[in-house]
């Protein structure tokens, strides 16, 4: 089993900044593959950020390119979402997820370790 707890998130003016963290703990050895996904009220969850374990590479969806950056620190056993030029349309449930294939672009299915979830919300 793998636990994942992400950070407290926040609210933000227009063109602000959030960074979530995720704590992953538990069988963190299995996992190859980390993302970021947000859900909005009466929208279905998607994913915004994927990053293989080892930091090779990541992969971001094209609503969040060039403002969200993924990161981690595996000494920690921590995940990043730093999250700049934020807009209310960013507004969302912000969940962390981990599962034992590698990253792929574009592709968020079969993650089975889910965090708690973590409000990020945007005013304007």
């Known amino acids: 089993q793998v636990q994942l707890v992400e950070s407290e998130g926040g609210s933000v003016q227009v063109g602000g900044s959030l960074r979530l963290s995720c704590a992953a703990s538990?069988?963190?050895?299995?996992?190859?593959?980390m993302g970021w996904f947000r859900q909005a009220p009466g929208k279905e969850r998607e994913g915004v950020a994927l990053i293989d374990k080892d930091g090779s590479t990541n992969y971001l969806d094209s609503s969040v390119k060039g403002r969200f950056t993924i990161s981690q620190d595996n000494a920690k056993n921590t995940l990043y979402l730093q999250m700049n030029s934020l807009k209310p349309e960013d507004t969302a449930m912000y969940y962390c997820?981990?599962?034992?294939?590698?990253?792929?672009?574009?592709?968020?299915?079969?993650?089975?370790?889910w965090g708690q979830g973590t409000q990020v919300t945007v005013s304007s």
């Open positions: 997820a981990a599962r034992s294939l590698r990253c792929y672009a574009g592709v968020y299915a079969g993650f089975a370790y």
């Open positions: 538990g069988y963190t050895h299995r996992v190859g593959c």
